[in-house]
């Protein structure tokens, strides 16, 4: 068995990097945080408003898979984006027990765009690295995503 006294402690390039990698996973939650407050929207109806613009056309069923939630638990988190009218539901052609589901907001516009602004911004400064630097980064943050996650 391995004592905390046998783990060698960090150097100052593995805590530079956690505390940088930490304040980019802070900085992205409370941006996220604050665009879901300034739009009244809770983490779920984000998170769903999110999945379905990425995804138009989504069934309530892989919008029920993507989240976790219940059947019931999905109808009504659509009905309450159906109501703020940021998504409308579609009868299938072929089936009309089936609905889809489309964002009718323009995320790219205020007030909407706030909910991908940081991750835009990111994007943003992203395209001014080298792109051989960027592919670097990606794979060491990668690696250090699955080692955590195992």
Excluded at 17 to 39: N, T
Excluded at 86 to 101: K, S
Excluded at 122 to 136: G, H, M, N, Q, V
Aim: aromatic share 4%; glycine share 2%; charged share 30%.
């Amino acid at each position: 068995m391995q004592t905390s006294s046998d783990t060698p402690s960090p150097t100052p390039a593995e805590s530079t990097l956690q505390r940088a990698l930490l304040a980019y996973g802070e900085a992205r939650r409370s941006a996220a945080v604050d665009a879901r407050r300034e739009l009244s929207l809770n983490e779920l109806d984000a998170r769903a408003l999110l999945f379905i613009a990425e995804n138009p056309g989504a069934r309530p069923s892989h919008v029920r898979d993507h989240l976790g939630i219940t059947s019931a638990g999905v109808t009504t988190l659509i009905d309450r984006l159906v109501q703020r009218e940021a998504v409308r539901r579609d009868l299938d052609d072929d089936d009309r027990r089936v609905n889809h589901i489309t964002v009718i907001v323009d995320l790219d516009s205020p007030p909407w765009c706030r909910l991908r602004a940081f991750d835009d911004d990111i994007e943003s400064a992203i395209a001014f690295l080298d792109p051989t630097e960027a592919d670097r980064l990606a794979s060491v943050i990668d690696e250090l995503t699955s080692a955590a996650t195992r």
